[in-house]
């Protein structure tokens, strides 16, 4: 070790020392920086430059909701679900656990049960 060389303790511990100071200085520095943003100018802004009210939104009524009036497209959508939901009934009472047991049947087979030829 030559006469001005440093141990490496001494040299890690200053560069710790000189990492903290630095991070201390960094911390004034926006606490500043704060402060200052805390103390800018406010310009008040009144966008009708007349006396006036100003403006706020308050609701109108309690509710804007309109009384539900079912449409013709209401009703066939309506019928629709009803036939589809009585189909599903209907093929789980014919087939209950889903083994495919009445695929003999012909589609016209299906269209005359359906219609209630049978």
């Known amino acids: 070790m030559g006469?001005?060389?440093k141990p490496w303790e001494q040299v890690k511990a200053e560069f710790f020392e000189n990492m903290a100071r630095l991070d201390r200085e960094e911390a004034e520095k926006a606490k500043?920086?704060?402060l200052e943003a805390k103390q800018a100018d406010?310009?008040?802004f009144n966008p009708w430059p007349t006396a006036r009210r100003p403006w706020t939104a308050e609701p109108s009524a309690a509710s804007n909701a309109m009384p539900y009036a079912p449409?013709?497209?209401d009703r066939l959508m309506e019928?629709?679900?009803a036939v589809a939901a009585a189909a599903r009934q209907d093929r789980l009472?014919?087939?209950p656990w889903g083994l495919g047991l009445y695929s003999h049947e012909s589609?016209?087979?299906v269209i005359r049960r359906q219609n209630g030829d049978e």
Request: aromatic share 0%.
């Open 3 to 5: 006469s001005n060389e």
């Open 32 to 34: 500043r920086k704060a």
């Open 42 to 44: 406010v310009v008040p």
């Open 71 to 73: 449409s013709a497209t």
């Open 79 to 81: 019928t629709q679900r």
């Open 93 to 95: 009472r014919r087939d």
């Open 107 to 109: 589609l016209e087979d």
